[in-house]
């Protein structure tokens, strides 16, 4: 039977020769993930359970991020809750801040996430995955004990939905662009417990770091995964990476498909997308006349090298707007020390730009860029949410880095060609 | 049986609003409860009675993973969740965490704000006593029902732990 690349990994996973959609499945899990806001709930059910033992403590991995370096006294209690029980457990992958990184930017950089893969997260942006061509969903915190204990969960095979993206992508279009415009058509709820599967020319010209921007946002749309599958970019960035043997999937021809949808990609200009849903897409040049106060360059969704590099080409020699705050978080370590060494600070730094140690931070209202009542700012973040990055009367306008870069100089939303 | 007062909320009622991120820096569900639903309604706390229900649209608790979002709901004392459509991660959490949703179209169109509902999860059906009127509805699927009936995703690993 012809089987979408999503129905083969959860097939394989579930020692069976195949699924179809609707099918209930239990399925050996790869990677289990959980971060300092989730994992200290799933610990707690462990603890209750009377577990000893995860599965593998090579497999469960648990990586400080939301609030960290530690904002608060509650949440430094929430991350002691999860090195001890990384210390006791033995996990290989524990990320103390200095070597922690956002989860999903440091997952696939680390070579921990490798194609063909079936991984769980508690945290609804694990779908970030799917961009190596691993099916990676987010789970709540229970179904995390669950998995961490027994390295199995059950899955409901989700229908797929195809995304064929083709043409040439004009000037400051990215593949952020690709997947606002993607949820824009479709709406939040679009792909609601679907697999969402993005293929054709324009995502196979499309580098690493974008094509993980948008596995990221698939969950904007409802998504329950947003796969690619694996091509020589995919492995060019896997192959020195990876801790582990990995396997190609691809959907067989004549897959089912609940819905098929083609992009032209060369019609696209920078999108943005308004408050408070990531479906209130609108090209940047109609958005009008919008002051912003903040502009925060950074998250799972647009923290890497790709997206710094693209931030920095259009703040070079230029000064951030007197109203505005610019903060930039490369989102791991290792991507903070390449933008380090490619002289990206200086460009920051010389435009007046905050550089900040890796954090999801201010993406979820925490630390690091909270809103005041009435302010806005431009982000290249994934969530726009009422109240997302702090007040409740707060407003969220998510972008592209370039974007994001010349509204900061400008001090309103702006299309980049605007401040050159 | 559940019993209460609607509570209602319009469509794709994201985790963020149920409770937001400025308070994930503890789990005590009775902490997470003060703030249920604040970015939405910001009485809604004060205002709601064990047994209570909240009626929705589509897409309820869309956005992020977490456990939170149920967790502060049922520490509010709402008895149950009736929306359009749910939120994937959300309705395995809800079922994890022992709150009851009920996915019903035609009840969330013709209950009003006050209403006293019933939910009838064994019957499958939504009975708005305000009104007089009933609102059948399709019940979880029977793989969940097992579940349920074993006591839980919890109860079930336990169970697995043992062999």
Redesign the interface.
């Known amino acids: 039977m012809a089987m979408t690349m999503a129905e083969r990994i959860l097939a394989d996973h579930a020692g069976l020769e195949e699924v179809s959609p609707g099918q209930i499945v239990n399925a050996r899990v790869d990677i289990v993930l959980g971060n300092d806001v989730t994992a200290p709930i799933a610990i707690r059910a462990f603890r209750e359970l009377g577990a000893r033992r995860v599965f593998d403590p090579e497999r469960v991995v648990l990586v400080p991020d939301h609030f960290t370096p530690n904002k608060d006294i509650k949440s430094a209690q929430q991350c002691k809750v999860l090195r001890e029980f990384a210390r006791e457990q033995g996990l290989t992958n524990y990320f103390e801040v200095g070597q922690m990184g956002i989860e999903h930017a440091l997952l696939p950089e680390q070579g921990i996430v490798v194609p063909g893969d079936l991984v769980v997260g508690a945290d609804s942006h694990t779908c970030t995955y799917g961009a190596l061509g691993a099916f990676a969903t987010g789970v709540g915190s229970t179904d995390l004990a669950a998995a961490m204990i027994l390295g199995e969960l059950w899955f409901r095979v989700p229908e797929s939905m195809l995304f064929v993206y083709y043409g040439q992508r004009g000037e400051y279009v990215t593949g952020k662009d690709y997947i606002l415009y993607t949820i824009g058509l479709i709406g939040v709820d679009g792909a609601r417990y679907r697999a969402m599967e993005f293929t054709g020319e324009a995502i196979s010209t499309l580098p690493m770091d974008e094509r993980l921007t948008m596995s990221n946002m698939a969950i904007e749309a409802g998504g329950k995964a947003g796969l690619i599958s694996p091509d020589e970019v995919t492995l060019e960035y896997v192959r020195p990476r990876a801790k582990r043997p990995w396997k190609v999937y691809k959907s067989d021809p004549g897959a089912g498909y609940v819905e098929t949808l083609e992009i032209d990609v060369s019609r696209l200009t920078p999108v943005v997308a308004l408050p408070h849903l990531p479906e209130n897409v609108k090209p940047v040049e109609e958005v009008g006349e919008i002051p912003i106060d903040q502009v925060v360059i950074g998250s799972c969704t647009n923290g890497r090298i790709t997206d710094l590099r693209q931030a920095a080409q259009i703040l070079k020699g230029k000064r951030v707007h007197p109203y505005v705050r610019l903060i930039v978080i490369p989102a791991t370590q290792e991507i903070y020390r390449q933008a380090m060494k490619e002289g990206l600070f200086d460009v920051f730094l010389d435009a007046g730009a905050a550089v900040s140690t890796p954090t999801c931070g201010p993406c979820l209202g925490g630390h690091m860029g909270v809103l005041a009542e009435g302010e806005r700012a431009v982000a290249t973040t994934n969530r726009n949410f009422v109240g997302r990055m702090g007040h409740p009367k707060s407003e969220v306008y998510l972008s592209n880095p370039y974007v994001a870069a010349a509204s900061a100089i400008a001090g309103r939303i702006v299309h980049p060609k605007e401040v050159l | 049986m559940i019993r209460g007062r609607a509570w209602k909320f319009g469509d794709?009622i994201?985790t963020?609003?149920i409770i937001?991120?400025?308070y994930?820096?503890?789990?005590d569900p009775g902490e997470l409860a003060r703030h249920c639903m604040?970015?939405?309604d910001?009485e809604f706390a004060g205002k709601v009675r064990p047994g209570d229900i909240i009626v929705a649209g589509?897409?309820f608790g869309?956005?992020?993973?977490?456990?939170?979002a149920?967790?502060a709901i049922k520490a509010a004392g709402v008895a149950c969740v009736v929306a359009k459509?749910f939120?994937?991660?959300f309705y395995?959490?809800a079922f994890?965490?022992g709150l009851p949703i009920v996915e019903c179209p035609r009840g969330v169109e013709a209950i009003q704000e006050g209403d006293e509902v019933e939910v009838d999860l064994e019957k499958g059906v939504v009975r708005n006593l305000t009104r007089g009127e009933e609102y059948p509805f399709v019940p979880i699927?029977p793989?969940m029902q097992e579940?349920l009936n074993k006591g839980g995703?919890?109860e079930?690993?336990?169970e697995?732990?043992k062999q």
């Open positions: 794709h994201d963020d609003v937001p991120a400025r994930l820096n503890t789990s604040e970015d939405a910001p589509e897409n869309c956005g992020s993973s977490r456990e939170h149920p967790i459509s939120a994937r991660i395995r959490n994890n965490t699927p793989f579940l995703l919890l079930y690993v336990k697995r732990m």
